[in-house]
């Protein structure tokens, strides 16, 4: 079946710095890939929607300078955390949509990773 | 806009007890929707989804939900609980009239206690 891999798994860094995660999805090609956010004993939060080969599209209150997102091909995508702080901390979980292989791709499941805690010290 | 509410935060029964997990949705045309699981320090598993056609759907690990249109539910069910079910289980929604933005929108989650 469809796999996405996310890495790192986990990583903890210093206030200030730059995190890069990226979700791959591994035997299949997504257009579009959906990044969340989850706060402890929370739901997951969407964060945004990027799209192969364009911009991303960023929910509301989530700030695109600070959650930059780059899908540069069909297979990647990355999130990265700039100048992270400690209230950035949390579990970043990405899911990729496959190619439509029904004509409504809205239909097809979702794939996720299996996420990245960050820890900001 | 859509919208998904799961009413239990958390849902406790014994082994070998039938399990549900509750979910209600809106949207403004169409539903698809679904089931995912999530262990802890992981991404979510897809369990199973209703698209359309018949208003039982089966799905993994012996999982099912009924779609019911009139209560607007998509309750997760399973006869036989079993320890390894316990997880947090999230209910989705995506409107079908949505062309151009397939947002999947999740409810909050519901934490499953198996009990042996």
């Known amino acids: 079946g469809a796999v996405v891999s996310q890495h790192p798994s986990w990583v903890i860094c210093k206030s200030g710095t730059s995190v890069k995660i990226e979700c791959r999805s591994l035997?299949?090609?997504?257009?579009?890939m959906f990044w969340y956010r989850q706060f402890p004993k929370q739901s997951l939060m969407l964060m945004a929607t990027?799209?192969?080969?364009?911009?991303?599209?960023?929910e509301q209150g989530v700030e695109k300078d600070k959650f930059l997102i780059n899908h540069a091909s069909l297979t990647l995508s990355t999130l990265t955390v700039t100048s992270a702080h400690p209230e950035d901390s949390s579990f970043y979980i990405c899911?990729?949509?496959?190619?439509?292989?029904?004509?409504?791709?809205?239909?097809?499941?979702?794939?996720f990773g299996a996420g990245s805690r960050l820890t900001v010290l | 806009a859509q919208s998904v509410a799961q009413p239990e935060d958390q849902v406790n029964v014994a082994e070998g007890n039938p399990l549900t997990v509750k979910c209600t949705y809106s949207v403004s045309g169409n539903p698809y929707l679904f089931w995912y699981v999530q262990y802890p320090n992981r991404g979510l598993q897809f369990l199973l989804k209703y698209i359309t056609g018949d208003n039982l759907v089966k799905g993994s690990y012996g999982f099912e939900a009924e779609f019911n249109k009139s209560q607007t539910s998509f309750h997760l069910k399973k006869p036989s609980a079993l320890v390894s079910d316990s997880a947090l289980y999230f209910c989705?929604?995506?409107?079908?009239?949505?062309?151009?933005?397939?947002?999947?929108?999740f409810g909050k989650g519901t934490r499953l206690h198996i009990l042996p």
């Open positions: 990027s799209n192969e080969g364009s911009k991303a599209t960023y």
């Open positions: 989705a929604v995506r409107d079908n009239q949505m062309n151009r933005d397939d947002k999947i929108i």
């Open positions: 035997d299949f090609q997504a257009t579009t």
């Open positions: 899911s990729a949509r496959e190619v439509s292989v029904i004509p409504d791709s809205g239909a097809n499941v979702l794939t």
